[in-house]
T-cell receptor
């Protein structure tokens, strides 16, 4: 079946440093989604990328979808303590009705 | 109700007991999902329902059952709980018509401990 892998599993940064998490799928994806889960909270949708090579920005967050639509990345510029949490990527299965989530990258930001 | 609610918030359960986790959404979303979240394993799909009256198995369905009698409710039942079912359970929903984006909306979760 489809596999979605994320690296790194954990990332500790000093406030102000940049952060990147990478997502790789075993199959070509029609789209990729990113979610953020704050400690003790539930996953919250951040963004969806659909086009090959697409880049989208949300303030300090930059999301990229690879040309082959099998990988994606999330980059945070100048991290803040409010960025703490686990970031998940997710890709739809062929049927489109279900998502396969990556294992997530847990970000810790030291003030 | 606004969004998705789950009950209970947390539960400690003796092994062998039957337990139903409740999930209700008021967004009229046709698709609903149950995930379990374990440290280092991300979110794994247990069961899903594309529309009322239909259900399907996800990645880790064994030991769990679901029903979807109506659009709003999607209960998850553990017939005979075992310690390996200790986890945080999230219910989610999404709309699948009208060209809407594919995002899933998650409930607050149920933390279940099976002793």
């Amino acid at each position: 079946g489809q596999q979605v892998m994320q690296i790194p599993q954990y990332q500790h940064v000093q406030e102000g440093e940049d952060f990147t998490t990478y997502c790789n799928s075993s199959t070509t994806l029609s789209n990729i989604q990113w979610y953020k889960q704050r400690p003790g909270g539930h996953p919250v949708f951040l963004i969806q990328l659909v086009k090959s090579g697409e880049v989208k920005k949300q303030k300090r967050l930059t999301f990229q979808f690879g040309e082959a639509k099998k990988n994606s990345s999330l980059h945070i510029t100048a991290t803040q303590t409010t960025d703490v949490g686990t970031y998940f990527c997710a890709g739809p299965e062929t049927s489109g009705s279900r998502l396969t989530f990556g294992e997530g990258t847990q970000l810790t930001v030291n003030p | 109700i606004a969004g998705i609610t789950q009950a209970p918030t947390s539960q400690i359960l003796a092994a062998g007991r039957r337990m139903t986790l409740r999930c209700t959404q008021d967004m009229r979303h046709n698709a609903m999902y149950w995930y379990r979240q374990d440290l280092g394993l991300g979110l794994r799909l247990i069961h899903y329902s594309n529309t009322a009256g239909t259900t399907g198995k996800g990645e880790v369905p064994d030991g769990y059952s679901v029903s979807r009698a109506n659009t709003d409710d999607f209960p998850l039942t553990l017939a005979s709980a075992v310690p390996s079912q200790t986890s945080v359970y999230f219910c989610a929903s999404r709309v699948t018509s009208g060209g809407a984006q594919n995002e899933q909306f998650f409930g607050p979760g149920t933390r279940l401990t099976v002793l």
